[in-house]
């Protein structure tokens, strides 16, 4: 499992939208653009849907989550 605290572009906040992981200073859950990516969005179409997430909160994710994930298969 990925421990989001190390990641700073996101944040937990008790009570807002139900305490999941948020783009920081948004109220867009992480896991929107993972669902987004995985219907087939690009990074564009969910920055236009999305206006609040920028571009490096995005790519800061996706690499945060590549990283993770080369640290569970290593």
Known sequence: MM???HCPVVE???GKVSGAWLFKNT???VR???ENLEGGATVEQFLEW???V???????VLK???SSLAEVVA
């Not at 920028?54 to 800061?60: D, G, K, S």
């Open 27 to 29: 109220r867009v859950p």
């Open 54 to 60: 920028t571009r490096e909160q995005v790519l800061t």
């Open 12 to 14: 937990r906040v008790p």
């Open 64 to 66: 945060f989550t590549e």
């Open 32 to 34: 929107a653009l993972f």
């Open 3 to 5: 421990d989001w605290t």
């Open 50 to 52: 999305f206006p609040g």
